[in-house]
Structures are given as structure tokens and as C-alpha cells.
């Protein structure tokens, strides 16, 4: 399964997008799916994930920020970014990880997202 992540831009601080990963397969059998994000000059870092049965869950600084979903029977996941901070600036990444907690496994081409001050 190929992932593609859309719906970047610039936004300003306190703004709104919502990112969507699209898949090329069914993703009714893939257990999680997670979004990561990686700023200028850092590492990638975890944003939130979700299970085939709805469990999600979110780093720190996104928690009552972001929501995470998904629609198996279209094959996509979204993030819904609200009350957007600079420090949000990043490529956003959608992956399906090998196991729930682990970065390594399927990355999909990222999403650029900028938020000004």
C-alpha cells in the first residue's frame, strides 16, 4: 500500500487545515496508522496514530489540538489541525508503522505545512 498525504499550506498561528492521506490499497486490514511530522532542522516525532477499531492516540503537544481519523471503506486518513502554532511547522508524514509505537515501516510522501506568526 502507497500513502500520499495532501492538504499543506500556509496558515497563519491560531488557523486551521486538515491534512488527508490517501491509500492505494484497502486499509481495512492495517491495524494502525499514524502521522508523524518532521520541522526544519529536527527529527521526525510522532503526532498521533489510530487503530482499525478507533483507539487513538496523541503526542503531548497536539493533545485537544488535533484529531486523527480514518474511513476505511475510502481508504484514507485524515488530521484535523486546529489552533495552529509556529512550532506546527513541518512536513507531515502519514505512515503505517510496523507495530503501534514504532516509526519504522510504510512513509508516504510528506505535506508541507507552515504556520506564521
Known amino acids: 500500500v502507497q500513502l500520499q498525504a495532501s492538504g499543506g499550506g500556509l496558515v497563519q498561528a491560531g488557523g486551521s487545515l486538515r491534512l488527508s492521506c490517501a491509500a492505494s490499497g484497502s486499509i481495512s486490514r492495517i491495524n494502525t496508522m499514524a502521522w508523524y511530522r518532521q520541522a526544519p532542522g529536527k527529527q521526525r516525532e510522532f503526532i498521533a496514530d489510530?487503530?482499525?477499531?478507533?483507539?487513538?492516540d496523541y503526542a503531548d503537544s497536539v493533545k485537544g489540538r488535533f484529531t486523527i481519523s480514518r474511513d476505511n471503506g475510502k481508504s484514507t486518513m485524515d488530521l484535523q489541525m486546529n489552533s495552529l502554532k509556529p512550532e506546527d511547522t513541518g512536513v507531515y508524514y502519514c505512515?503505517?508503522?510496523?507495530?503501534?509505537?514504532?516509526?519504522?515501516?510504510?512513509w508516504g510522501q510528506g505535506t508541507l505545512v507552515t504556520v506564521s506568526s
Open positions: 505512515v503505517i508503522p510496523l507495530r503501534r509505537g514504532s516509526s519504522a515501516g510504510s
Open positions: 489510530i487503530t482499525s477499531g478507533g483507539r487513538t
